[in-house]
């Protein structure tokens, strides 16, 4: 790892509660969650208590804070890091991956192209069809006309 990309560790305090305070890896998210409550903050808006790339420091300095917000030293509050990576990749709007077995047989079927039946089931068992799943949805394809076989053990979309 040497990106030139420095972490950094952000204490924040719920808006919502005002009970929970927590440290965000800053990687220019938009949004966190509370975890306390479940708000979805937006974490541009949010005052910034502590700002670091220590990440040791930014955990005392929470410790401290939410120790002040529930008016006691509680020491079970456990520091957590919010990552928010799968709302990120949520966002970069990819082609949905076909999920019915129907779908994923003939995603691997190439438009005006044959294809054999071992070449085809080879590629739709990358897709986590097994081979008893591919047959049937093969069989039911054949049958609703949406595939059909040339040659013997090859086939077409129709
Ligand atoms: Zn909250």
Same mark, same amino acid.
């Given at each position: 790892m040497s990106s030139g990309w420095e972490r950094h560790y952000v204490v924040v305090v719920c808006p919502k509660c005002r009970v929970h305070s927590q440290i965000v890896d800053d990687r220019g998210q938009k949004s966190v969650r509370c975890q306390n409550c479940g708000t979805n903050l937006r974490f541009r808006k949010l005052r910034q208590? $502590?700002? %670091? !790339?220590? @990440? +040791? =420091? *930014? &955990?005392?300095?929470? !410790?401290? @804070?939410?120790?002040? @917000?529930?008016?006691?030293?509680? %020491?079970?509050?456990? #520091? !957590? &890091? =919010?990552?928010?990576? %799968?709302? &990120?990749?949520?966002?970069?709007?990819?082609?949905?991956i076909p999920n019915?077995?129907? =779908?994923?047989?003939? %995603?691997?079927?190439? *438009?005006? +192209? #044959?294809? #054999?039946?071992?070449e085809l089931m080879s590629l739709v068992k990358t897709m986590g069809l097994d081979e =008893?799943?591919? +047959?049937? !949805? @093969? $069989?039911?394809?054949? +049958? #609703?006309g949406e595939v059909y076989e040339p040659k013997n053990g090859i086939f077409r979309r129709a």
């Open positions: 208590f $502590h700002n %670091s !790339t220590d @990440l +040791e =420091e *930014a &955990i005392l300095i929470r !410790t401290k @804070l939410q120790a002040s @917000l529930v008016g006691k030293g509680d %020491s079970r509050i456990i #520091s !957590t &890091i =919010e990552f928010d990576k %799968s709302k &990120i990749k949520e966002k970069k709007g990819k082609k949905p019915k077995p129907q =779908e994923i047989v003939l %995603s691997k079927i190439p *438009a005006g +192209e #044959s294809i #054999s039946f071992t =008893e799943k591919f +047959e049937d !949805t @093969l $069989h039911k394809l054949l +049958e #609703s």
